[in-house]
């Protein structure tokens, strides 16, 4: 325990999957005391079992900046878990500064970050929440850290029922190659950031699996995985976006997800880093051990 932290750690969202993952990262693989734990989140009954541990639960809501003084009080470092406020822009930026600055009253000592790859002059309509937060965290009087998190592995369960019910996987990423890399591990990440006194200070980590495959090769993957074929077809931004209406999705959406396609096939999401293990000193989950965990969610989407 010499090298970890002595006061309070504190993770924020703590209810969410990430946030969760966290908790049992810093209790189970890290073993941080329960007693040197604070969550916060807006469901604190979600949190119960653990609260039955001895973590300190409180109810914090980024939207409600009179709740964060009592949720911070105390914190020594702070994860600052980034909200699911996707499709508003501009509303995740203000929710993450009213929390910055409830950390700067509460003298919290260092903010680690959930960021995403290479937010500046990304396609993506929510990279300038991100990079705002990280300009906002560089501008403040304590130590941060940033992890820009690579797409999850878990995020092809946004699509994969519709793509496995009609046999076809419409794309415009082109040849563009993701790096992605299991949540658990980003979250493993995150504990390990949290707790370490001098390993991870005002640094950005791009945290990413140890392999980046296109989308043809994520589909023969996750096809071999559920036993089913899955044909890759190449469409325009615009072809893609006006598909997705046609099935149902609001444009918005529609213009968001495409707009992670545009991403890939920027090559903005291909890069593969050493930051994980630079962070937790393992190696990340491999793309074929996911799967094979996950085969029968997979085969069942
Ligand atoms: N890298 C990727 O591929 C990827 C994919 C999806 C999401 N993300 C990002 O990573 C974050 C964590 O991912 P996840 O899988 O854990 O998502 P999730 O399960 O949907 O969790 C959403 C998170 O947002 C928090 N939140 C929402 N509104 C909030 C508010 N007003 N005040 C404080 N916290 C609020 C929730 O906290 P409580 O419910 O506990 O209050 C929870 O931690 C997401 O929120 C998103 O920013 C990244």
Same mark, same amino acid.
């Given at each position: 325990?010499?090298?970890?932290?002595?006061?309070?750690?504190?993770?924020?969202?703590?209810?969410?999957?990430?946030?969760?993952?966290?908790?049992?990262?810093?209790?189970? /693989?890290?073993?941080?005391?329960?007693?040197?734990?604070?969550?916060?989140?807006?469901?604190?009954?979600?949190?119960?079992?653990?609260?039955?541990?001895?973590?300190?639960?409180?109810?914090? +809501?980024?939207?409600?900046?009179?709740?964060?003084?009592?949720?911070?009080?105390?914190?020594?470092?702070?994860?600052?878990?980034?909200?699911?406020?996707?499709?508003?822009?501009?509303?995740? &930026?203000?929710?993450?500064?009213?929390?910055?600055?409830?950390?700067?009253?509460?003298?919290?000592?260092?903010?680690?970050?959930?960021?995403?790859?290479?937010?500046?002059?990304?396609?993506?309509?929510?990279?300038?929440?991100?990079?705002? /937060?990280?300009?906002? &965290?560089?501008?403040?009087?304590?130590?941060?850290?940033?992890?820009?998190?690579?797409?999850?592995?878990?995020?092809?369960?946004?699509?994969?029922?519709?793509?496995?019910?009609?046999?076809?996987?419409?794309?415009?990423?082109?040849?563009?190659?993701?790096?992605?890399?299991?949540?658990? +591990? /980003?979250?493993?990440?995150?504990?390990? %950031?949290?707790?370490?006194?001098?390993?991870?200070?005002?640094?950005?980590?791009?945290?990413?699996?140890?392999?980046?495959?296109? /989308?043809?090769?994520?589909?023969?993957?996750?096809?071999?995985?559920?036993?089913?074929?899955?044909?890759?077809?190449?469409?325009?931004?615009?072809?893609?976006?006006?598909?997705?209406? %046609?099935?149902? &999705?609001?444009?918005?959406?529609?213009?968001?997800?495409?707009?992670? +396609?545009?991403?890939?096939?920027?090559?903005?999401?291909?890069?593969?880093? +050493?930051?994980?293990?630079?962070?937790?000193?393992?190696?990340?989950?491999?793309?074929?051990?996911?799967?094979?965990?996950?085969?029968?969610?997979?085969?069942?989407?």
């Amino acid at each position: 325990m010499n090298s970890f932290v002595s006061g309070p750690v504190l993770v924020t969202g703590a209810s969410g999957h990430l946030g969760r993952r966290v908790l049992d990262h810093l209790l189970e /693989t890290l073993k941080v005391p329960a007693g040197g734990i604070i969550a916060t989140t807006r469901k604190p009954a979600a949190l119960a079992d653990l609260a039955a541990l001895g973590v300190t639960v409180r109810q914090a +809501d980024f939207e409600r900046p009179d709740t964060l003084a009592a949720a911070f009080a105390g914190a020594r470092r702070l994860l600052l878990i980034s909200t699911d406020a996707l499709d508003r822009p501009g509303v995740r &930026l203000a929710q993450h500064e009213n929390a910055i600055a409830a950390a700067v009253k509460a003298g919290v000592e260092h903010v680690v970050y959930t960021s995403m790859p290479r937010p500046e002059g990304s396609p993506i309509p929510f990279a300038p929440d991100h990079l705002g /937060t990280e300009q906002a &965290l560089a501008a403040s009087p304590f130590g941060w850290t940033v992890l820009r998190n690579c797409w999850y592995f878990e995020n092809i369960f946004l699509s994969l029922h519709h793509t496995l019910a009609i046999g076809k996987w419409y794309t415009s990423a082109g040849d563009g190659r993701i790096a992605h890399i299991a949540r658990d +591990d /980003t979250a493993r990440a995150a504990a390990a %950031a949290l707790v370490a006194e001098t390993r991870a200070q005002n640094g950005i980590y791009t945290l990413t699996g140890a392999e980046a495959f296109t /989308t043809a090769e994520i589909a023969r993957l996750v096809g071999e995985t559920a036993g089913r074929s899955i044909e890759v077809v190449q469409v325009s931004d615009e072809a893609l976006v006006q598909g997705m209406v %046609a099935g149902g &999705l609001p444009e918005g959406v529609a213009r968001l997800f495409t707009a992670f +396609d545009t991403n890939t096939r920027m090559g903005r999401v291909a890069a593969i880093t +050493d930051d994980f293990r630079a962070l937790t000193g393992v190696e990340p989950q491999r793309y074929g051990a996911w799967l094979a965990a996950n085969r029968a969610a997979i085969a069942g989407a």
